[in-house]
């Protein structure tokens, strides 16, 4: 599946992506968040995957790394996270929960210093 036709999907899932790539080993992309607080929207999180997994169920998508950045606004990134292909595989086999496989993603999220905080450490 090329990358416009991954660029609709996640947008029928309501992520706001403003970029995206792809190859057969990741999946790169960044969208905007429809809630810019302080941290990473876990049910936004929620949708995109959705969006991959149904993909894969259909037959439409192979499993890869997939690697977000979430941004608060252009250039502002709020966070990033990631999926691991073999999760999306196991869950799909049912070798791996719902739980668990957002406990695992979940996991992976690492939030970017908001911008009065790294000027508070100058």
């Known amino acids: 599946m090329d990358a416009d036709a991954l660029t609709e999907e996640l947008r029928s899932y309501g992520i706001s992506v403003e970029s995206l790539s792809t190859d057969d080993e990741v999946l790169e992309m960044t969208y905007m968040t429809a809630f810019p607080g302080e941290t990473v929207h876990h049910p936004e999180i929620g949708r995109a995957c959705n969006a991959l997994i149904e993909l894969i169920e259909d037959g439409r998508w192979e499993p890869t790394r997939v690697e ?3 941004e608060r606004a252009p250039g502002d990134v709020l966070g990033r996270w990631h999926v ?3 999760w999306f595989e196991q869950l799909v086999d049912y070798e791996l929960s719902e739980t668990e ?3 695992r993603v979940l996991e992976t999220i690492d939030h970017e ?3 009065s905080a790294a000027e508070d450490e100058r």
Request: net charge neutral.
């Open 113 to 115: 210093p908001t911008r």
């Open 84 to 86: 691991e292909p073999a």
């Open 101 to 103: 496989f957002s406990t």
């Open 68 to 70: 977000a950045t979430v």
